[in-house]
């Protein structure tokens, strides 16, 4: 009788590192502060919800930025995400800024007529 030799191990299953096996470091933060970015601009004229997507954009790029100057990828996603956040928060700013004015002219003109009308109670 001899000795068979051990069958070797299974393999890992997939998705997994084989092991000793160097794994790349991952970025989501620089992916999702882009993501966001993009978001807050299209999304601009619902006000409330770009500028909370802006600000989570320039919170994700900065800590993406950070994660990138420790080595790992993705430094200009987070670059980009950073100043679409911040194109976002200004193009909100802008927005309402034109809405605003819009909407006290538009006040200015017929206010006036309104309370004559009124005044007059022959409208």
Do not use: K, Y
């Amino acid at each position: 009788m001899t000795d068979s030799p051990a069958p070797p191990p299974p393999p890992p299953p997939a998705g997994m590192p084989v092991p000793g096996e160097h794994v790349a470091p991952t970025n989501g933060l620089a992916t999702a502060s882009l993501v966001l970015g993009i978001l807050s601009l299209v999304l601009f004229f619902t006000i409330v919800i770009a500028w909370v997507l802006a600000i989570l954009a320039i919170v994700f790029g900065g800590i993406g930025m950070s994660r990138a100057s420790q080595g790992a990828p993705n430094r200009s996603m987070a670059v980009a995400g950073l100043v679409l956040g911040i194109a976002g928060i200004v193009v909100g700013i802008i927005f309402v800024a034109v809405i605003t004015t819009s909407v006290r002219q538009v006040d200015d003109r017929f206010g006036r007529s309104i309370q004559v009308c009124v005044n007059a109670q022959n409208c």
